[in-house]
């Protein structure tokens, strides 16, 4: 018995297009954005799926990212949990500034090891490790069991939260998982065994 585990990350952002840290800010979608989310709801569909649960952060572009893609498939009057723990890294004092700008104040090196190293977080901020480390149990906890049973589950959540999730799945290292590109509004489809191992990999 294999289930199915449905990655999403969110259209793109307002900040997004502006080249802003985001983190836990709240900003909407773009015209893009919400096009990317139906457009991914509409491959969805096209494969068939119907999910069994739906999961999305405590942020409205992931929200919003799967009310989308659930209109689009067809699919209302159900139960969709939402928590901060799937939540993007939080880029403390970097959110809502431009990345430019970022650079010309602390510098091109700094900048970068915030933004690409595994375990280094900008200033109150998290790093990818720090993450992870609420992502994954949270994952364990409420999600795999689902998954493990046999059930399609659809998570709706962000680069980085994902990117925890898919370090584990794909048996990436520090190094690997920092250049794992998660385009928006594209799925990844995961199906897992009964021991909760990838046995297979999509993606839309």
């Known amino acids: ?120 977080p900008p200033p109150g901020g998290e790093s990818l490790k720090d993450t992870a480390a609420r992502v994954l149990p949270y994952y364990r906890a409420e999600i795999e069991p689902r998954v493990k049973a046999g059930e399609t589950v659809l998570v709706a959540a962000h680069g980085n939260s994902l990117r925890a999730l898919v370090m584990v799945l794909e048996g990436l290292d520090e190094d690997a998982i920092l250049k794992r590109e998660i385009a928006t509004g594209a799925p990844i489809i995961y199906g897992i065994d009964q021991a909760g191992k990838r046995v297979s990999t999509q993606e839309l």
């Open 1 to 120: 018995m294999t289930g199915t585990l449905i990655l999403v990350r969110h259209g793109q952002s307002e900040w997004n297009l502006k080249n802003l840290f985001t983190g836990w800010k709240n900003p909407g979608l773009t015209d893009q954005g919400i096009e990317e989310a139906r457009k991914a709801g509409q491959a969805l569909k096209a494969k068939g799926y119907q999910p069994d649960a739906y999961y999305t952060s405590a942020l409205s572009r992931a929200q919003r990212t799967l009310d989308l893609m659930l209109e689009e498939m067809g699919i209302d009057n159900v139960v969709i949990v939402r928590n901060q723990a799937l939540n993007e890294r939080d880029y403390g004092d970097l959110a809502g500034l431009n990345k430019d700008d970022a650079r010309e104040k602390w510098g091109e090196e700094q900048v970068h090891i915030w933004r690409r190293s595994y375990d280094v």
